[in-house]
């Protein structure tokens, strides 16, 4: 039989079956589910939750899973997994369980009451590790990491390909103070992975970062991961670039707009990245940039600005950090720390002199352009004579199929959230190194 991706009307499901002419593939879903804390069952009354009622909650969960089950996939990764639930715990570990997969749960901090469930199935994966990463922040959210193994004849390109897989839910901005806050938790996550890889020792291998990231494609968390060298495969799939912001959607959130949310990020090992701390002032800086232009500042006068009272033609630390308080990144328990703020002003601080001329202000804050979307050419390793095991995305795929098109159909009930599966293939890569 033949490896394929399966339409049911619009919608299609991955079928990893290996033929002789085509690679065997593997599949990954995210989705965040919606618990039934969260769900609110009358727009009258927002106090009347799912989670009151027990044959709601249990039959669209019992949904949930059908659907899950039907499709298959390799992996799955689940947020808003009512973890506080013994009953609805059980319900999942049995059936995924029964079916073959590997169960890891994991409950925000302060028994917030959901939290993450990441399953892999054991005909494609052997479970190297797990590990659970809790940000300890305002929005008590967590992270898993799982390395994990392919098994044969997935493994067909070598007898110990790894993947690792990173299943998130990121704090929901409710205000412009938590924008920073999202950031934090992006640059906590990629820490937690270089960690990892060096405590271990691991050789280069695809990076999955799968959840809901509660931004879109035109906000900072987005750049932030593509200047790391990773890709939507959604819009990989799609062949959709950074500035198709508008093409498709996957949540309806609780103020009632649309917008696309959830991503399965993937970095390959042959692309090129820049150093961490690099990105990450790079991130902020941008977020820095976008408040003075919101602002209409020309950069003469956002010069001025950060040189505060300074008759000098140079900012000061004392006005840089001045500066951050004024825009709100910092001076409340969700802006940034002690250390962050350090760390900014040292890239900021090009020759190291203790301060910032208007040059440097330009190179490092102004004008600095984020990492866009490279092409083949550009964005990968050249020359390289070390060899390693990648993936190219195949298909990518959002249900219901009304919100590939931008839409929110008002009949679909099973979550406020769209299910995205992607198909990946193995692939034979060069290897890439950090660049600064």
């Not at 947020?79 to 409950?107: H, I, P």
């Not at 940039?289 to 001025?304: H, Q």
Request: proline share 3%; net charge neutral.
């Amino acid at each position: 039989m033949k490896g394929r991706i399966s339409k049911i009307g619009s919608y299609a499901i991955s079928s990893s079956i290996k033929d002789h002419h085509q690679q065997p593939c593997i599949s990954c879903t995210t989705f965040n589910i919606l618990a039934p804390i969260y769900k609110r069952l009358s727009p009258k009354d927002q106090s009347i939750r799912e989670s009151d009622n027990r044959a709601y909650w249990m039959g669209r969960n019992h949904r949930i899973i059908d659907w899950l089950l039907y499709e298959r996939s390799s992996i799955i990764c689940l947020q808003e997994f009512w973890v506080g639930n013994e009953e609805l715990v059980s319900l999942y570990e049995k059936r995924l369980g029964d079916a073959g997969y590997l169960c890891y749960k994991l409950g925000r901090t302060n028994n917030r009451g959901d939290g993450l469930l990441t399953a892999v199935h054991k005909d494609y994966f052997r479970v190297v590790n797990s590990r659970d990463l809790l940000f300890n922040d305002c929005g008590d959210r967590v992270a898993q990491l799982l390395h994990v193994e392919l098994v044969p004849p997935y493994s067909q390109y070598e007898s110990h390909q790894q993947v690792l897989i990173v299943n998130t839910h990121l704090l929901f901005p409710h205000d412009s103070t938590l924008s920073i806050v999202r950031l934090q938790q992006v640059y906590k996550i990629l820490q937690y992975v270089e960690s990892y890889q060096k405590e271990v020792d691991l050789s280069p291998m695809p990076i999955m970062l799968c959840g809901d990231w509660n931004g879109s494609k035109r906000g900072h968390v987005y750049k932030f991961l593509r200047s790391q060298g990773f890709v939507s495969s959604y819009d990989t799939a799609h062949r959709y670039t950074d500035s198709d912001a508008h093409k498709w959607v996957s949540h309806r959130n609780h103020r009632g707009n649309i917008c696309a949310v959830d991503f399965i990020w993937l970095l390959n090992p042959n692309r090129y990245r820049k150093l961490l701390k690099t990105s990450w002032s790079e991130a902020v800086f941008g977020m820095f940039r976008y408040l003075l232009r919101r602002a209409s500042l020309t950069a003469e006068d956002a010069f001025a600005f950060l040189k505060t009272d300074n008759d000098g033609d140079y900012i000061t630390f004392m006005g840089f950090c001045e500066t951050l308080r004024q825009l709100n990144l910092t001076g409340h328990c969700n802006g940034l720390t002690t250390k962050e703020i350090k760390d900014l002003w040292i890239q900021a601080d090009i020759d190291g002199n203790g301060l910032v001329d208007y040059k440097e202000f330009q190179q490092r804050i102004w004008n600095q352009n984020w990492s866009e979307q490279r092409d083949i050419e550009d964005g990968e390793a050249k020359g390289s004579k070390e060899q390693t095991v990648g993936f190219s995305v195949k298909n990518a795929v959002l249900f219901p199929p009304e919100v590939e098109k931008g839409r929110w159909p008002e009949n679909y009930s099973l979550s406020d959230h769209a299910r995205l599966t992607v198909v990946f293939s193995p692939i034979r890569m060069p290897c890439s190194q950090l660049v600064s």
